[in-house]
């Protein structure tokens, strides 16, 4: 299969980490985890093969998924670097449920982020030291604490996209969410969401001098979508809590 001319290097890859709404995703070569930059809104899971493809004169490289075509024409490279992180992952896995889970920082860190009151950045930076370790752990005596780490990690993901992203992106993001509320714990998680979103449309109103022109044209289609699901009743009491008039 020719290289496309516009590609100078491309490596096949294997998929760590990697969300759809984002273009940051974690990838692993030979062995070594690395941080990369994807396509946005592409669709990879972990433990699936992509290419890594840098480009000529820009010199910038993306993760991008395999075509069909790509998978057919590589597969012994591919089956290659699956068996070689395959055998890497058992070895860690291994060492991580045996150890790391006693190890008394571990279990400190652990305790410090499930607390309520700790701050945003120092819960961010210790969901990624522990995730790994608890995420490996068998057994139904660890599932409470999976479900909570899980969520806070969700809770982390969303508000840095909701910080990072511009309006329209995180309408739709909340409109998704929104779409997705199956429970009384889906709207927690949406108007926790929410709040974070209020906090940065606040930053740019108060540096805004059209009477909140802004404000309502950005928060309004979240409201629309979420009162045509629902009752206006709990967003309405939302809405008053946080004094935002006109709505």
Request: glycine letters at 4%; proline letters at 2%; one cysteine or more.
């Amino acid at each position: 299969m020719d290289l496309n001319p516009r590609i100078k290097d491309q490596t096949i890859c294997k998929v760590v980490n990697s969300i759809t709404m984002s273009k940051e995703i974690v990838i692993e070569i030979d062995g070594m985890q690395l941080d990369a930059m994807k396509v946005f809104g592409a669709t990879l899971a972990s433990g699936e093969c992509a290419f890594l493809k840098t480009y000529k004169g820009s010199g910038k490289s993306l993760v991008l998924p395999l075509t069909k075509a790509e998978r057919n024409y590589h597969k012994d490279e591919i089956d290659e670097v699956k068996n070689k992180s395959n055998n890497v992952d058992v070895k860690k896995i291994k060492t991580l449920r045996k150890e790391a889970i006693n190890d008394d920082n571990v279990k400190r860190k652990i305790q410090v982020v499930l607390q309520t009151n700790t701050p945003i950045r120092d819960s961010e930076k210790i969901i990624k030291d522990v995730f790994s370790v608890v995420a490996v752990q068998r057994g139904s005596r660890f599932d409470k604490l999976k479900t909570e780490l899980y969520i806070k990690a969700d809770e982390t993901i969303h508000r840095n996209y909701i910080k990072k992203c511009d309006d329209k992106d995180v309408c739709s993001f909340l409109i998704n969410m929104i779409n997705k509320i199956k429970s009384k714990q889906d709207h927690f998680h949406f108007f926790k969401a929410i709040q974070v979103y209020l906090k940065r449309l606040n930053g740019v109103h108060n540096k805004n001098t059209n009477d909140g022109a802004h404000f309502k044209k950005t928060f309004h289609p979240i409201y629309n979508a979420y009162v045509d699901r629902f009752e206006k009743k709990y967003i309405n009491m939302w809405v008053s809590r946080n004094n935002l008039v006109g709505f």
